[in-house]
């Protein structure tokens, strides 16, 4: 209706999920993926017999799901990580996929949007940058890629 509230939410409330466990407060950002739809013209006959066109989707494509966080001494992103190693015995096909969340909250913790990232497997890992005279703290990214993306709200 015309006459409802609007209601913006600060993206400083939203929680994360990987695999099945809630991870640690230490994430910091996370850069949501983009949605590519590529659309294609059709050409066909349509009632009566006359030439008609249509656009259909025919492929959808998402980027990379990103994360920063703090550095902590748990390791577990690397862990996870580190099963596609070849020195450590694994390869691409080793790493286990697993289903990551993302939720934005409203302020008392509740979600309000919830994104749902399936068969998700880690594609890239940079490590904090060393400055002694920075005072910054240590942060690391991580990127993801998925077998399929699912965004639902609440209400």
């Known amino acids: 209706m015309a006459g ?3 209601e913006l939410y600060p993206v400083e409330y939203w929680r994360l999920n ?3 466990g809630e991870a640690d407060g230490l994430f910091m950002t996370a850069a949501l993926p983009n949605l590519q739809l590529q659309s294609q013209r059709l050409e066909h006959v349509g ?3 006359s030439p008609e066109s249509t656009t259909v989707n025919v492929k959808a494509q998402w980027s990379q799901l990103s994360l920063t966080r703090g550095v902590d001494k748990k390791g577990t992103l690397w862990t996870w990580i580190e099963q596609g190693l070849k020195a450590k015995g694994g390869g691409a096909a080793k790493i286990e996929k697993k289903i990551v969340t ?3 909250c409203d302020s008392a913790d509740a979600a309000i949007q919830t994104w749902t990232f399936t068969g998700a497997w880690p594609t890239s890992y940079t490590g904090p940058g060393l400055d002694s ?3 910054a703290y240590a ?3 991580i990127a993801f ?3 399929s993306a699912e965004v639902k709200y609440a209400g």
């Open 139 to 141: 942060v690391e990214q």
């Open 18 to 20: 990987v695999g099945g």
């Open 133 to 135: 005279n920075s005072g």
């Open 102 to 104: 993302v939720e934005l």
């Open 145 to 147: 890629e998925f077998d």
């Open 4 to 6: 409802d509230p609007k």
């Open 47 to 49: 009632t009566k017999s």
